[in-house]
């Protein structure tokens, strides 16, 4: 019989990661699809007096709501990057140690450009996010910025609420309505390029690694090999009690 | 000349009647301005007074890069008042297109003028300012237009920008903009500017600035890009008459069809009016006899900064400067979207080449554990 590693199921994603991960990607695709509709609207010209008809007043309705979720979900998630834990922390995502760049070079070397990995040290293997994919969530962090500033400071004009009216500066900032919707809308395209990455890594690394990456979004649980685990026989799990 | 001097000495009013305009028309005059600007109804009362009582503000109106269409605006007012307020004084000042007087008769004119009314007097520019090559690209009487702007600047009390050129450099601006035209605000820093954007601005809007500066003494409120907020407060598309058609998702998409016939909203045709501050969609124009999306063409946001490069005016997505090709961001969005995915695929066909040996590995074991589970 040939030996297989033993793996440990290990809680990395908490309750709050895996929420603002779904409710994300819930709003992101209703602001992608209803940014669409609204940048380019089908003209469906129903033969109706306008008063009643209100079908592209509710598409920029479910974007803006989609937007505010989209926000919240990414203040919880700040919030989060203090309070959770290790995986969650804020740290993760800045490469600021020599261990993070190294990391960064073996994913790079070796499961973008599919080197073959000589050592095989466990270590180079990341129980959370690996430091290049944490890098990258970092960018979008700073786009998703731009974005929620430029969509807010576009509603603020027709807005009363004090948390939109706040980023009425970026209009001028950038020279006007005409520039600010413009970077509004080709961001859209940076998130969308986003997702297809993403994806894809997500499934490659479940494929390669086969330790259940895509359903720890889900259960937040990853199997770790068991050599990474102090083993502790006297460990009663929380579950069985 | 001789009336420049009597006439500065003259109330607003004082100078109407003269004119041969009844009280009648004046209060009317005087009430729309109060809607123009903004104000309570209740308000008429305080604008007339200040025309009753004050004297005539001096105004100096230089013309630098431009098409003077801005002037040509300012004339056409269908109310005369609206023009007479602040042209016919200019006229006696310094305008250089509708002024008699020419030559060195109307430099001395407006050196006059400058010298009595210094710190009084209210600059209004038309025209953006050409700075490359020492500003050679526009030179009046010999002098560039950097040089005459300095100096009419330094002893006015305010500064008008009239249109978007002065306001924000102007199609004579749009890249590569080979003069380096620029507008008033990157010259003069040390006075407070007044923007009046819009190719040309409308006449009610360029007058009521000059009224509410003399009505209240005090330079009207300014948004960040120092555009009045009573004429530039609001975009366009917010208080657009087809806004009901834009929520009801009633477009027109091309000009000759029944939808644009019975006036549905022109977003599709590439209006501007969800990206421009003007009260054009408010005041209308020629006493509001009309205003563009009212004639059935879409807003090209002529009162924005950069709408020169932000074209083609009838689509809704511009085309990205600096590129040299045509084209939009769904474009490239498209390609770059494309090239995502493709070579997302071909990382998966290379995945399972390049790590074929591990993949086998762990099936081989993944096997074996199926042949070993123990029965139940």
């Known amino acids: 019989m040939i030996k297989t590693y033993n793996y440990k199921r290990v809680y990395v994603w908490q309750l709050p990661v895996r929420l603002f991960h779904w409710a994300t990607v819930i709003s992101m695709i209703t602001l992608i699809i209803t940014g669409f509709i609204i940048a380019n609207p089908p003209a469906i010209n129903q033969n109706v007096e306008a008063t009643n008809s209100y079908w592209f007043g509710m598409v920029r309705l479910i974007h803006f709501s ?35 760049w190294k990391n960064i070079f073996y994913v790079l070397k070796v499961d973008v450009l599919l080197r073959p990995d000589k050592e095989h040290k466990l270590s180079n293997i990341s129980i959370g ?36 009216k706040m980023f009425a500066w970026v209009l001028p900032f950038f020279g006007g309505d005409i520039t600010v919707r413009y970077i509004h809308h080709i961001l859209t395209w940076v998130f969308m390029a986003f ?47 | 000349m001789g009336k420049l001097q009597k006439n500065t000495k003259k109330t607003y009013y004082e100078d109407i009647s003269a004119k041969g305009y009844s009280r009648r028309d004046f209060v009317k005059f005087a009430t729309y301005m109060t809607a123009f600007m903004g104000l309570e109804h209740s308000m008429v009362g305080q604008v007339v007074k200040a025309m009753e009582t004050k004297k005539r503000l001096p105004v100096i109106w230089e013309h630098f890069q431009e098409c003077t269409g801005c002037s040509e605006s300012f004339i056409r007012s269908d109310h005369p008042l609206v023009a007479d307020v602040v042209l016919d004084h200019i006229s006696l000042d310094y305008t250089d297109t509708l002024m008699a007087a020419a030559g060195h008769n109307a430099e001395e004119a407006k050196h006059k003028s400058m010298k009595e009314n210094y710190g009084n007097y209210i600059l209004v520019v ?18 560039t237009a950097v040089d005459i702007l300095k100096e009419s ?56 600035v000059v009224l ?14 120092g555009r009045p907020k009573q004429f530039y407060g609001k ?59 009212q004639s ?80 139940e």
Request: with cysteine; proline share 5%.
């Open chain 1, 195 to 241: 997702i297809v990455i993403h994806v894809y890594l997500v499934l490659y690394h479940d494929y390669i690694e086969a330790r259940g990456e895509t359903s720890a979004m889900l259960s937040g649980y990853k199997f770790v090999r068991s050599e990474r685990i102090i083993d502790d026989e006297d460990y009663e799990p929380a579950a069985s009690k």
């Open chain 2, 296 to 375: 059935g063409y879409p807003c090209i946001g002529c009162s924005e900064p950069d709408f020169w490069d932000n074209g083609p005016f009838v689509k809704r997505l511009t085309n990205i400067p600096e590129l040299g090709i045509e084209a939009t961001a769904d474009d490239i969005g498209k390609v770059v979207l494309g090239a995502t995915v493709a070579g997302a695929a071909v990382h998966a066909v290379a995945t399972n080449i390049a790590k074929r040996r591990e993949l086998k590995d762990t099936s081989k074991h993944g096997k074996s554990n199926l042949e070993h589970l123990k029965e």
């Open chain 2, 212 to 225: 509410h500066y003399l009505t209240f003494g005090t330079l009207p409120e300014v948004d960040d890009m």
């Open chain 2, 126 to 143: 038309e025209g953006a300012i050409p700075t490359k090559d020492d500003g050679v690209y526009c030179t009046i009487a010999g002098r």
């Open chain 2, 235 to 293: 975009r366009i598309h917010d208080s657009c008459y087809r806004r009901p058609h834009f929520d009801a998702g009633q477009f027109a998409e091309s000009y000759d069809s029944e939808e644009a016939k019975k006036g549905y909203c022109l977003y599709k045709l590439g209006c501007r009016g969800p990206v421009s501050y003007n009260a054009c969609s408010t005041t209308g124009w020629n006493n509001g006899v009309s205003f563009p999306i």
């Open chain 1, 129 to 164: 996010h690996n430091h290049l994919a944490a890098t990258s969530y970092f960018v979008m962090a700073f786009i998703f910025v731009l974005q929620a500033m430029s969509g807010l400071a576009l509603m603020s004009e027709t807005s009363d609420f004090w948390f939109t």
């Open chain 2, 153 to 208: 600047a330094a002893g006015a009390a305010a500064i008008l920008t009239f249109g978007s050129c002065a306001a924000w450099g102007g199609v004579q601006a749009a890249h590569p903009n080979p003069t380096g035209s620029v507008p008033v605000s990157d010259i003069i820093k040390n006075k407070p500017i007044i923007n009046i954007p819009g190719c040309p601005p409308i006449s009610e809007v360029m007058t009521g």
């Open chain 1, 66 to 100: 989609a937007a505010f979720i989209a926000i919240a979900v990414a203040l919880l998630r700040l919030y989060w990057m203090f309070a959770g834990n290790k995986f969650a922390d804020w740290k993760n995502f800045i490469p600021y140690s020599k261990k993070g």
